[in-house]
């Protein structure tokens, strides 16, 4: 039994993320493996391994730190919101997951992910990482087709100033009203909230 719906057969077009992600992947774990053992043949295997463990204590201190802060945000927002106060928008890059994220790149072993982690906790950095991935983001949801996810997150995106979305019907006023409200286009006559 056939349903109608018609299905393509050709091959999809495998993305480029999907083709140069594991590659990079396994460069960088050959790049990491490679420059520890050059650290470790210049100042020795113990200051190797404590500079790992390092890394690892200062990732855990910022990981804990960050949520620490993220928790503490949720609590004011809540709070504000309870009071009846819109919550203030945060700047890009003034947020928690790229902070957790550079905990995380310090608590993986490796240098390369030591030194890319504490550049993560530089503020500018931070800003600058933080507005592109904004820029990229409202890019790719700009670029959705409708009905998709892109289209359901920028429809989510229209506020009130009071931060409650509002769905609707707009009637306008403005049109001359015909007599006896005969139900043409302009007729200003009561007219039931759309329904579900």
């Not at 470790?40 to 390092?54: C, S, T």
């Not at 928008?89 to 490796?110: F, S, W, Y």
């Not at 983001?137 to 998709?148: D, H, N």
């Amino acid at each position: 039994m056939t349903t109608g719906v018609p299905t393509s057969t050709a091959p999809r077009r495998r993305s480029p993320a999907r083709t140069f992600l594991p590659l990079a992947i396994a460069a960088w774990l050959i790049l990491e493996i490679w420059l520890l053992s050059l650290v470790a043949d210049a100042v020795g295997g113990l200051a190797v391994a404590a500079l790992l463990a390092g890394g690892m204590i200062l990732g855990v201190v910022v990981i804990k730190r960050a949520g620490r802060r993220a928790f503490k945000n949720l609590a004011d927002t809540f709070q504000q919101a309870q009071q009846g106060r819109q919550p203030a928008a945060q700047q890009p890059g003034q947020g928690n997951g790229l902070t957790m994220l550079a905990g995380l790149l310090l608590i993986m072993p490796g240098l390369i992910s030591d030194v890319a982690g504490l550049l993560c906790l530089l503020p500018p950095v931070r800003a600058w990482i933080g507005r592109s991935a904004a820029r990229s983001l409202e890019r790719k949801m700009a670029s959705a087709p409708a009905g998709s996810f892109g289209d359901a997150f920028t429809q989510t995106r229209i506020h009130y100033p009071d931060g409650k979305v509002v769905q609707g019907e707009v009637i306008r006023e403005d049109r001359p009203q015909q007599p006896g409200g005969t139900g043409g286009p302009g007729d200003t006559a009561y007219r039931p909230p759309l329904a579900p």
